[in-house]
């Protein structure tokens, strides 16, 4: 950007009858586009995908995230999937964090799409995931039924301290308690924006790596989040279905190092 003939930075304020220059940069895509990335297909069959997604890699195209995604791989992979979440979110019927690992489902037809959906909003798809917590979580077991917001101040958060937000039910049991941390076992009833990571830091127990809802930093690079498992009913033959990923080495080796 140029200001009176001369470059500025972006946050440069503006007095008033400057002559401001700018030069267009290329338009993002409006469509979702195949992309040869690596992808671990956990599951298939005519109607659905279960994909054991890495964390770092973006669900679907977003604000400043076009490639890389995992929308894109899988297009490369399977060619065509359902059209109901539009053209940039191509088969996708629920998400996961961009730091979160783990399975997550693809619907590769409109129809199998509006059924898996239906299951979700129903609450019949059954969702298990594993994390580690700051602190030594004291009682065994327990359920958060705290409502989840936006954070007022801060527009990249949502808050668990409000009276007001989203229905979240989130459930935990203990798996294993170190010294100052501890292994949870979370099951989620509703799929609120940073649900688990929310309702965690909100009693107490933010997830290890977890900057943004209070974790001390650290040399995991990542959340220690993982969706473990997921069960659904097939759209295409009723069976009752259950997937399950694996953690992934750098969880595996960080957890062996608390001993």
């Known amino acids: 950007m140029l200001v009176n003939g001369s470059p500025e930075k972006r946050s440069y304020l503006l007095k008033g009858a400057e002559r401001i220059h700018v030069q267009p940069g290329e338009l993002a895509p409006l469509r979702a586009t195949p992309e040869d990335l690596p992808l ?79 299951q979700f909003a129903s609450r019949q798809v059954e969702k298990v995931y594993v994390a580690l917590v700051h602190g030594r979580v004291k009682n065994d ?26 229905q979240a039910i989130t459930s935990y049991r203990v798996l294993k308690r170190f010294e100052k941390f501890t292994f949870l076992e979370v099951r989620i009833g509703t799929g609120r ?39 659904f009913t097939s759209p295409g033959t009723a069976e009752r279905i259950t997937v399950s990923a694996p953690l992934p080495d750098d969880l595996e080796i960080h957890l062996a190092a608390l001993g």
């Open 40 to 118: 671990e297909v956990l599951y298939e069959d005519a109607d659905v995908i279960a994909i054991n997604k890495p964390a770092g890699m973006v669900v679907h195209t977003g604000a400043g995230q076009h490639s890389g995604t995992l929308v894109n791989a899988v297009l490369h992979r399977f060619g065509k999937l359902s059209t109901v979440g539009g053209d940039l979110r191509p088969g996708i019927v629920h998400r996961l964090d961009r730091f979160t690992s783990g399975v997550i489902l693809v619907a590769r037809s409109d129809s199998a799409h509006r059924n898996l959906a239906e």
């Open 193 to 231: 924006t940073h649900q688990i990571r929310v309702h965690l830091a909100s009693i107490g127990y933010p997830v290890v790596g977890d900057k943004l809802y209070g974790a001390p930093a650290g040399a995991l690079g990542r959340y220690f989040l993982h969706a473990r498992q997921i069960t």
């Open 141 to 166: 077991q327990g359920r958060i039924e705290t409502p989840i917001a936006r954070d007022p101040v801060r527009r990249v958060r949502m808050t668990a301290r409000l009276a007001h937000g989203r």
